[in-house]
T-cell receptor, first 110, second 112 residues
């Protein structure tokens, strides 16, 4: 699989490989985190969420990992498919609102 | 089907004109939000409303105004005071106390 240690704005992945998208959050008091997927020209769609009392949560082909010590969040996508090409955002709760990261553009190579 | 509708999808305006973006939801959500998205950047909060007839400024409210006269509707006006209004605008809604936002499909505003 391909991964990035730090947040990078783009990620190119071979179809079938695993993808890892990283996100650093800023607020130590945040207790809820969400990953969104945004396809070109569309609004973001919910992928998976995690509360701060958890370290890991799995969905269908996706896993979110939370490291509160270093305020780091990651999204793992298994067996990346062409339909996974999109911009992925992490978000943290912030006083009844969500604050979003800058996003990572994932491009899947055939 | 329940959802959130933004219109129009594309909007062109001349510099100096005010323009209003529509956002309607039939999800019975209490809270509604407006975000701005610029290329290569995350979503930045303009205004939000947690209940009818009440709204709060977000991080970049200058040059924008909103109203929340009905639960279903949260229109955003981009005024001539907004220095760089060309952007992609996203509206979202959620149940009160929930962070599970439902987003609209966005309005791309171009000011020439």
């Amino acid at each position: 699989g391909e991964s990035v240690g730090l947040h990078l704005p783009t990620l190119s992945v071979q179809e079938g490989d695993n993808s890892i998208i990283n996100c650093a959050y800023s607020n130590s008091a945040s207790d809820y985190f969400i990953w969104y997927k945004q396809e070109s020209g569309k609004g973001p769609q919910f992928i998976i969420d995690i509360r701060s009392n958890m370290d890991k949560r799995q969905g269908q082909r996706v896993t979110v990992l939370l490291n509160k010590t270093v305020k780091h969040l990651s999204l793992q996508i298994a067996a990346t498919q062409p339909g996974d090409s999109a911009v992925y955002f992490c978000a943290e709760n912030n006083d009844y609102k969500l604050s979003f990261g800058a996003g990572t553009t994932v491009t899947v190579r055939a | 089907d329940g959802g959130i509708t933004q219109s129009p999808k594309y909007l062109f305006r001349k510099e100096g004109q005010n323009v209003t973006l529509s956002c309607e939801q039939n999800l019975n959500h209490d809270a509604m939000y407006w975000y701005r998205q610029d290329p290569g950047q995350g979503l930045r909060l303009i205004y939000y409303s947690q209940i009818v007839n009440d709204f709060q400024k977000g991080d970049i409210a200058e040059g924008y105004s909103v109203s929340r006269e009905k639960k279903e509707s949260f229109p955003l006006t981009v005024t001539s005071a907004q220095k760089n209004p060309t952007a992609f605008y996203l509206c979202a809604s959620s149940r009160q106390g929930s962070y599970g936002y439902t987003f609209g499909s966005g309005t791309r505003l171009t000011v020439v």
